[in-house]
T-cell receptor, first 112, second 113 residues
Framework: QKEVEQNSGPLSVPEGAIASLNCTYSDRGSQSFFWYRQYSGKSPELIMFIYSNGDKEDGRFTAQLNKASQYVSLLIRDSQPSDSATYLCAVGGGNRDDKIIFGKGTRLHILP | EAEVAQSPRYKITEKSQAVAFWCDPISGHATLYWYRQILGQGPELLVQFQDESVVDDSQLPKDRFSAERLKGVDSTLKIQPAELGDSAMYLC???????????FGPGTRLTVT
């Protein structure tokens, strides 16, 4: 059973600080990794995707992938109250037909 | 910007009744997904289509749920009869192809009374 694990939180971070969200996965052959943001009562919104080891930056967001350690993280710089949401990690398998598995999400609370 | 469309946005139904949800994916997206999400949980895949073909429905309760994507474009998910435990958010997503990033519609909030 392929699994994607996230700390459920809540993770509380002061406004302006860096929020760090982590995700581990069980399938060593996984090739695609996604971060979604979900506000309460709304549908998930794609923030970042990463396929290669290392860092990928987009504005205030940085995704970090370490396939050897089987974890992927999301850093949010200069955290804003509007970043308060649940962040879902999703991982795709190594085969084309493998379905994407979602974690249960981490609740992030930015303290004004 | 292209979006995934879903309707209705909200649905209240009594148990044992039939209910149907509709989804129109982003134009050109071959892969369409139906998810169910219970509060505090991640999305759970119910069914995945590649064009008009089902490629994964292993988690779909086939005794009461059905899904179709007849022309490989829009899709319908049906529940008959609805049960109290079906109350959840039903999400549709689409992607250019399998394993590409998925884009979600606004979802349908189902309440079964």
């Amino acid at each position: 059973q392929k699994e994607v694990e996230q700390n459920s939180g809540p993770l509380s971070v002061p406004e302006g600080a860096i929020a760090s969200l982590n995700c581990t996965y069980s399938d060593r052959g996984s090739q695609s990794f996604f971060w979604y943001r979900q506000y309460s009562g709304k549908s998930p919104e794609l923030i970042m995707f990463i396929y290669s080891n290392g860092d990928k930056e987009d504005g205030r967001f940085t995704a970090q992938l370490n396939k050897a350690s089987q974890y992927v993280s999301l850093l949010i710089r200069d955290s804003q109250p509007s970043d308060s949401a649940t962040y879902l990690c999703a991982v795709g398998g190594g085969n084309r037909d493998d379905k994407i598995i979602f974690g249960k999400g981490t609740r992030l609370h930015i303290l004004p | 910007e292209a979006e995934v469309a879903q309707s209705p946005r909200y649905k209240i139904t009594e148990k044992s009744q039939a209910v149907a949800f509709w989804c129109d994916p982003i134009s050109g997206h071959a892969t369409l997904y139906w998810y169910r999400q219970i509060l505090g949980q991640g999305p759970e895949l119910l069914v995945q289509f590649q064009d008009e073909s089902v490629v994964d429905d292993s988690q779909l309760p086939k005794d009461r749920f059905s899904a179709e994507r007849l022309k490989g474009v829009d899709s319908t998910l049906k529940i008959q009869p609805a049960e109290l435990g079906d109350s959840a958010m039903y999400l549709c997503a689409s992607s250019l192809d399998i394993s590409y990033e998925q884009y979600f519609g606004p979802g349908t909030r189902l309440t079964v009374t």
